[in-house]
């Protein structure tokens, strides 16, 4: 149990119609009960080439919670936006899979009850972060990533190579469609249609997986988060130039040609996810990868 909750922000996918009617509930509803309710405005924007819904930097000094409307990509999404802010986030879903949102809108009352008398944990969830080819001063054009961070063959390139090493020492090198890092919350997507484990959202650990390997006795590789991992970009073919697309949860990041080098790490950043329904994780692994 955590200390209740008087300050709140809301972020909202403006994409989904519905979400105004919900942001206009929610903050009557704690208006109501003499709490402080800030809603941003969802625009893009780019820092240096990284992707941005919601500027940080207009949340209250006040607030101790911030409510994300939508789906997982939201969600993901305001964790890179919300980096460093050290806010607790609760999403409630108006999507659709929702592994990562916590209640479901018609839920929302009462979850609102239990922020305000303390009745949940917070889960801190272990990010990403890209150290080398596209770190940058400041943290807000900086690359992180809560779910994942790929390489993936472009142009006319049959297969990319990409050799894994961690600190000095080389792991393997794989020749396939590509290459993904995953985290604990990131191994139930792409990385499970990949072929890769499941891993319990607590685990301090990342994970490696072929993507369409071309030597059937490529697996995944399960990594501890206090390593870092090295990833070149080799060459396929005698003459030709392997050519890949770097993203960092689904958003495109930059491209890569062979000799590139990304270094990635798990930073001391982390996204708190507040939980509240008692659910655990095998029990909502069971019912989303079980639906339809």
């Known amino acids: 149990m955590d200390t209740a909750i008087k300050h709140f922000c809301i972020i909202s996918n403006n994409e989904k119609d ?3 009617q919900m942001v206009r509930k929610i903050c009557q509803f704690l208006e109501d009960r003499s709490c402080s309710c800030q809603v941003l405005q969802n625009h893009l924007s780019n820092s240096k080439g990284i992707r941005h819904f919601t500027d940080n930097k207009e949340i209250s000094g006040e607030t101790e919670c911030v409510i994300v ?3 997982d990509g939201t969600m993901i999404q305001a964790a890179i936006d919300l980096v460093h802010k050290e806010l607790p986030i609760l999403g409630v879903n108006t999507g659709t899979l929702g592994f990562l949102t ?18 949940f944990v917070i889960e801190n969830r272990i990010m990403l972060k890209e150290n080398r080819m596209f770190l940058q001063p400041d943290s807000r054009s900086s690359c ?43 191994s139930t997507g792409y990385n499970l249609s ?4 499941l891993m319990s959202p607590n685990t301090h650990a990342m994970v ?4 369409c390997a071309h030597a059937l006795n490529k697996r995944s590789l399960v990594l501890d988060a206090s390593d870092t991992i090295t990833l070149k970009l080799g060459q396929t073919k005698a003459h030709t130039e392997d050519l890949a697309t770097f993203t960092a949860d689904g958003r495109i990041v930059g491209e890569l040609h062979t000799g590139d080098v990304l270094e990635i790490c798990v930073p001391h950043a982390v996204t708190k996810l507040i ?3 008692g659910i655990r994780f095998y029990e909502r692994m069971r019912e989303k990868l079980n639906e339809g």
């Open 194 to 197: 990949a072929g890769g484990p």
């Open 275 to 277: 939980k509240l329904s």
């Open 18 to 20: 519905k979400n105004d």
């Open 102 to 119: 916590e209640v479901d809108q018609n839920q929302i009352e009462e979850a609102l009850n239990r922020l305000l008398e303390g009745k």
């Open 69 to 71: 409307l939508g789906g």
């Open 144 to 186: 992180y990533a809560l779910n994942d961070m790929v390489i993936s063959k472009r142009g006319s390139c049959r297969l990319i190579t990409v050799s894994v090493y961690v600190g000095e020492e080389l792991v393997d090198t794989y020749s396939a469609d590509g290459l993904l890092v995953s985290t604990p919350t990131g």
């Open 208 to 211: 490696v997986t072929p993507i």
